[in-house]
C-alpha cells in the first residue's frame, strides 16, 4: 500500500480505534470519538456501534451552559455520521442528547451555538474553496486556521470561539510551528532536534500519548499489511489488533476491512459492467447501473474510477 494510501486509511482506523488527532492541515475539524468505558450496541449510525457519544457536555451553577471543547467534541461525534444519516436527522438527534444532559435553559443555549457551529461549517467549506495554491505545506496550513479563526467571529463571540476552538487551535499551532521547523532550511539537523524537542516538553503526559498513536496505528497496519500476505487469517489478525489495541477497537477495525474490501468488489464490478455498456452511448442504462450498485452518497465517489 502507498504512503497516500496508507495516510487515507489512517483516517478511518482513527476514528474507529478512538484516536483522538487534530491536524493542521485541510480536515473536518472535529477529532475522532474517543472510546468509551460503556459501548452503546444500539448506536445513532452502524459506524457509532461500540461506543458513546462524546463530549462530557456540562451546566454551572446558575443553569448556565459550560461553553468548552466538550461540547464541539459532541457535535463533532454526531456529525461524523454524515452520510450514514442526513444532516437534519444528525441535527435532531444532536437535540435530543442535549435535552437528555441539560436542563431546559442550557439545553436551549447549546442548541443555539449547534445551529451556529452547522453554520459555521458549511461557510468553512467556502472558503477553503477561495484559499490561495501553495506548494509550502506549512504556509497552507497557516493560511487555513487563520482563516478559520477571521471566519468564527461572524458566527461566536470571542467567549464562545474561546472555549468551543482553544483546544484544537493549541493543538492546530503546535502541529503548525512542527511542520514550520521541518521546512525551515536554514536549520542544523541539530538544531531541528532541539527545536521539537522544546515543543515536545511543553506538551502534558496525554498530548504525548496523543502524539504517540497515530505512529502506532500506522505501524500496526503495516505489520497486517504483511501478516496478511503471509496467509494470516482474519482471526488471527483480530487478535493482533486486540492485543495491541483494545477488543472493542479490533472489531470496528474488521468492520472497516469487510466495507473497504466490499468497496472494491462493487467497483470492479461496476467497472466490468461500465465497459460493457461504453459502446452502447447510453447514460441512462449507465445511470441504472451506478443505481443498481451505490447509494447516492456512495456515487459521489465514483468520479475517481470513472476516468
Known sequence: MSTNAKLLR???????????????LPRSEPPPARPAAEPNYFAFV????GTRPDGDVRQVAGDKLAVNAELAYLF????????????????VEIGRELDRRLAQAPAAEAKRLLDAYLAYKRALVDVERVLPATPDLAKGARQRLEAMQRLRRSYFSEVEA??????????????????????????????????????DAKLSPQEREERAAPARVLKLEDDVSKA?????????IYRMRAAALSPEAAA????VDREEADWHRRIASYQAQRQQLAGAGDPASLQKLRDAIFSADEQKRLGAYEQ
Request: no cysteine; proline share 2%; aromatic share 6%.
Open 162 to 199: 474561546e472555549g468551543l476552538f482553544s483546544a484544537s487551535d493549541a493543538y492546530d499551532l503546535d502541529a503548525l510551528a512542527r511542520l514550520e521547523i521541518n521546512a525551515d532550511k536554514g536549520l542544523s539537523d541539530a538544531q531541528r532536534r532541539e527545536r521539537i524537542a522544546a515543543l
Open 46 to 49: 452502524p459506524s457509532m456501534i
Open 228 to 236: 496478511r500476505e503471509q496467509g494470516m487469517g482474519d482471526n488471527e
Open 10 to 24: 489512517f483516517g478511518a482506523l482513527a476514528a474507529v480505534a478512538g484516536i483522538g488527532l487534530y491536524l493542521a
Open 76 to 91: 463533532d461525534y454526531y456529525l461524523a455520521g454524515l452520510g450514514e444519516k442526513p444532516l437534519e436527522a444528525i441535527r
Open 252 to 255: 470496528r477495525l474488521a468492520d
